[in-house]
């Protein structure tokens, strides 16, 4: 597997672990919130890695 330039700065890699602990925290909101706080909170996560990556 390729591995790009980005992949390798720390920041992004300290940004992949956040987005994934941003996960486990949000998967024990309740029910009700899937689809508003959750999914609010996980897309800014990510959002973080993909701009480090653009």
Wanted: hydrophobic share 35%.
């Amino acid at each position: 597997m390729k591995e790009y330039s980005f992949e390798k700065l720390e920041v992004w890699q300290l940004s992949r672990k956040l987005t994934g602990k941003i996960y486990t925290l949000t998967s024990h909101f309740p029910e009700s919130e899937r689809f508003g706080m959750t999914n609010q909170i996980r897309r800014a996560g990510i959002s973080i890695t993909s701009n480090i990556a653009e």
